[in-house]
């Protein structure tokens, strides 16, 4: 299996993406107060994974959203080093910074056509045609995902099927850092294990349910609570391997 833009571990003790006390309001306040997280800090390191935590509704989606400057925040500064300075998104221009640091939902929104589309599509934007591209199809069949289904439409594929062809559209695009919401979902073990071997060589912020996928897959997890707090600790691996799924 190739390692699709792998990265070796810390050759530069910077960190690649640096997220400051970001804040984020509840829509509407409830019983746990008005914020949804609050202060939230943290830095991320290439070829680092990250588990994000929580009971559901706790905020996890939203703050990858917020990282990926898909929906707007109250407060906090978010960094991402750029050949040997950091910039901001505002910096950056919000479309690269989205290229770069790239939110990858848990399943593709409805969408008509076909896979292949969705690459013409992706091609198109302006930010994409100055970077390199690995091809999704060969990314996919690594996976178990035969090339024909990426001609079929979206509804004729399984909900596997479209998670794994919209992960691999997002990887070959070769962003630093993937923001991944609950990415094998859809997926049976051995599928899951595959994608897994793959994205464990990227830099990822990645949500999951699954203890054992988070021992798996992680070294640092950041737990969202209810009161939004939080906190960010070494998962159970850094002393208990699980590796079987
Ligand atoms: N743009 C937004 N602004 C404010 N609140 C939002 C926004 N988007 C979602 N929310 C609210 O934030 C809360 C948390 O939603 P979110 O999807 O982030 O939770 P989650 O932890 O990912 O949940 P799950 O584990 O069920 O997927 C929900 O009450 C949701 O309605």
Not at 97 to 105: G, L, S
Not at 158 to 183: F, H, M, T, Y
Request: hydrophobic residues 40%; aromatic residues 6%; negative net charge.
């Amino acid at each position: 299996m190739s390692n699709y833009g792998a990265v070796a571990l810390a050759a530069d003790t910077r960190p690649v993406l640096c997220v400051k006390e970001m804040t984020k309001r509840r829509d509407e306040p409830n019983g746990d107060g008005n914020h949804l997280f609050y202060d939230v800090t943290f830095d991320l390191h290439e070829g680092e994974v990250m588990a994000v935590r929580g009971p559901s509704g706790v905020g996890k989606t939203t703050i990858l959203r917020c990282i990926a400057q898909l929906v707007p925040y109250e407060a906090g500064i978010c960094s991402a080093l750029l050949g040997d300075a950091y910039k901001t998104p505002t910096e950056m221009g919000i479309p690269s910074w989205r290229a770069d640091i790239m939110y990858v939902p848990q399943r593709p929104a409805q969408m008509s056509g076909t896979p292949l589309d969705l690459v013409d599509m992706v091609n198109s934007f302006k930010v994409q045609s100055t970077r390199d591209h690995y091809d999704p199809i060969e990314i996919a069949e690594d996976w178990g995902v035969a090339p024909d289904l990426w001609e079929k439409k979206w509804p004729e594929l399984s909900g596997g099927e479209q998670q794994r062809i919209a992960l691999a559209v997002a990887l070959s695009c070769d962003p630093k850092v993937l923001l991944l919401d609950e990415p094998t979902s859809a997926l049976d073990p051995q599928a899951t294990q595959l994608v897994e071997e793959t994205l464990a060589t990227r830099t990822c912020i990645w949500i999951t349910h699954d203890e054992a996928q988070e021992r798996r897959i992680a070294s640092r997890t950041l737990t969202l609570l209810p009161d939004a707090t939080y906190t960010i600790g070494p998962t159970a691996s850094s002393s208990t391997a699980a590796s079987s799924i």
